[in-house]
């Protein structure tokens, strides 16, 4: 497999923004990640769901830029969760505990 | 009578003034003559190409008396001082081939009319005889030649022999043929099949460059390193950058050696192979025919050569060969190269073991004509996995591999799919297998980060070990920024959510809970990251 560049695209579903997420997410993914976490904000909506239906592959420094963009949502007041995560991404979600701050969603949540 | 005769002949067409002159007998004492030196009854005597006495010889009319000549001419000095008084030129269609140097008459006389017209006679029909005897000279030493050049060819060829395997493994559910025909001038091929750990065979094929003695020499120490080396690591890359490390000092100039080296598990048909600068082996599948790739440079070349691996997988009823340069390279009368296209073309059709070298050998004499001259040495060996066997167990199997990197961040992912794909078919649980790859991919992270410093130049190595057992999975890099730091601070979700720990700071963590041990271990110049994993689920299966 190849590295697959990331992408992040957000959009506006009744009671939520969703962010879509696609490709590695890595170092490399840190500013379109903070820029559709910055289009969110201005969308000001009560909870963003992070949909990683095409992520496949999220390393360490990937953990981190969830890590950043959670703690930035918990400022703002905002709810997030996560959608679409692999069985082995969910399970590293839980063993980081980023599964105690968001809600995980097996399967491809409505 | 004394005799003297010179190859002059050979002596002017070699342009060596200064051969030694081949004795001859003398020949029957003419009555009244002295010899010159009646203790040997013969002299000898080196003529310059330049003295001016060869070319007054040569147009003699008869018998010379040394007394009179009045030549500025080292021979005439020396014949005078050897005591010869009469030189009798011996002259064959033209050509000055020789003299009769004869002393004083006993009767202090000189020779008279009828003893030089006697001598003319003489020289006359004793030059061509003494001429045919030069050509038999000749022709004997020229036999010798090449009678020195085949014997050399023997050896060559008794050597080349002696090193190849005199039996061929035998491998359930897999055929295998090989095939050596060697050039009337041996060139430097071979093949070998080493036994390795695990049931596994090592496959070398190989092409010295030249030919003859020197070549069937550097084969067979080429040979020799190979065999050393396979009983010290069992990866075809290592294998080949050893026998390189080797073989630069101690090649001849001009020769290297190309040379495939392949790993076959027979129990799983997964094929491990690296390659110096050798023909890369056909795989005959149903979906066609295809290259098993991999490239570096032949050894005795350059030292510090890298070899990349490639793996494959030789499904059921799939047909592999391997082959030099002597059949691609072989010419049809017209000077067209038999060519990769056509041996590709050869491969698709579904013969194993010694029916395909049978027909691709009927093919190579179709297309060179019946007045062929080998022109280069020929090594086919050929394997095919028998259709409709069963996977086995992948609980035997085992199997050891390895691949480098460059140090550019990004390329964990690279190790980690590489990885992936290796271990794929050792029966781990999916989930097991993720985990893996993700402690791979974050061990990788490290090495490029710390050990590389994200130079594409300084390397990370992989190697991948399977036991009955676990996988075991070594990452080792060059240390530039010394070891990589063990994480004294166990990362905190809480306080990172509160900005009291950085956002990072996650990858030795991971790596911890991902695999089964993670081990690191410290030379000073390279740091090498162990992660193991149980093949099968311990507790949580």
Redesign the interface.
């Known amino acids: 497999m190849d590295e697959r560049q990331f992408g992040a695209e957000v959009t506006e579903i009744p009671d939520e923004v969703r962010m879509r997420l696609s490709g590695d997410l890595n170092a490399k993914a840190d500013e379109t990640l903070a820029a559709a976490y910055e289009r969110v904000t201005e969308l000001g909506p009560r909870r963003v769901s992070l949909d990683f239906g095409r992520v496949g592959y999220i390393n360490s420094t990937g953990i981190a830029l969830v890590v950043r963009l959670l703690a930035e949502a918990r400022r703002d007041g905002r709810a997030v969760r996560a959608i679409g995560l692999t069985e082995h991404y969910r399970e590293i979600f839980r063993i980081t505990r980023l599964s105690d701050f968001m809600e995980i969603v097996e399967g491809d949540a409505a | 009578m004394t005799a003297l005769t010179r190859p002059i002949r050979r002596l002017l067409g070699r342009g060596d003034p200064l051969v030694e002159a081949p004795r001859v007998p003398p020949a029957e004492p003419i009555p009244e003559s002295a010899a010159a030196d009646q203790a040997t009854g013969s002299i000898a005597l080196d003529i310059a190409e330049s003295d001016p006495l060869l070319a007054y010889l040569q147009s003699a009319p008869g018998p010379v008396d040394v007394a009179k000549l009045e030549l500025d001419s080292p021979a005439v000095t020396a014949l005078r001082e050897a005591g010869v008084a009469l030189v009798v030129p011996l002259v064959s269609q033209g050509e000055l081939i020789g003299t009769l140097n004869l002393g004083p008459r006993l009767s202090e006389q000189d020779y008279s009319t009828d003893d030089r017209r006697l001598l003319a006679t003489l020289a006359a029909q004793a030059a061509p005889a003494i001429r045919v005897a030069q050509l038999v000279r000749e022709q004997a030493h020229e036999a010798a030649e090449r009678e020195k050049v085949d014997q050399e060819m023997r050896v060559a060829t008794l050597i080349q022999q002696q090193f190849l395997p005199r039996e061929l493994p035998n491998l359930p559910h897999w055929q295998i043929a090989a095939y050596y025909g060697p050039a009337r001038a041996v060139g430097g091929d071979f093949y070998d099949f080493i036994e390795m750990p695990g049931g596994r065979i090592g496959i070398a094929v190989g092409d010295v460059t030249d030919k003859g003695v020197p070549a069937a020499l550097v084969m067979a120490r080429t040979h020799s390193i190979l065999r050393a080396e396979a009983s010290r690591t069992d990866s075809p890359g290592e294998i080949l950058a050893r026998a390189n490390e080797l073989l630069v000092p101690e090649m001849p100039a001009r020769m290297f050696v190309t040379c495939l080296f392949a790993i076959l598990d027979p129990r799983t048909g997964r094929i491990v192979l690296a390659n110096a600068g050798h023909n890369l082996p056909y795989v005959r599948t149903d979906d066609g025919v295809v290259e098993l790739r991999a490239t570096g440079m032949p050894l005795g070349l350059i030292s510090d050569s890298h070899y990349n691996e490639t793996e494959g997988v030789i499904a059921p009823g799939s047909n592999v060969l391997l082959y030099s340069d002597g059949l691609v390279e072989a010419h049809d009368p017209g000077q067209q190269m038999f060519g990769f296209p056509r041996l590709r073309e050869a491969m698709t059709i579904d013969d194993a073991g010694s029916e395909l070298l049978d027909r691709l050998l009927e093919d190579l004499r179709t297309f060179t004509g019946p007045d062929w001259e080998q022109e280069d040495d020929i090594t086919l060996v050929t394997l095919r996995r028998a259709s409709g066997v069963s996977e086995p167990a992948v609980e035997a199997a085992s199997l050891t591999t390895g691949f480098s990197i460059p140090g550019e961040?990004?390329n964990?992912?690279?190790a980690?799919?590489r990885v992936g794909a290796a271990v794929a078919d050792l029966g781990i649980a999916p989930?097991r297998l993720?985990?893996l790859k993700?402690a791979v991919?974050?061990a990788t992270?490290n090495a490029i980060e710390y050990g590389s410093q994200g130079r594409a130049d300084v390397p990370v190595d992989v190697e991948i070990e399977a036991t009955p057992d676990a996988v075991i999975v070594r990452i080792t890099d060059r240390a530039l920024s010394g070891a990589v730091p063990d994480d004294a601070e166990t990362?905190d979700?809480d306080l990172?959510?509160?900005?009291a720990q950085?956002?990072?700071?996650?990858?030795l963590?991971?790596i911890k809970?991902m695999v089964d041990s993670m081990d690191v271990t410290s030379d000073g110049s390279t740091q090498t990251v162990t992660l193991t994993m149980a093949r099968k689920e311990p507790t949580d299966g």
């Open positions: 961040q990004g964990e992912r690279l980690m799919d989930a993720e985990r993700t991919s974050e992270m990362p979700i990172k959510l509160a900005g950085k956002a990072r700071g996650w990858g963590f991971l809970n």
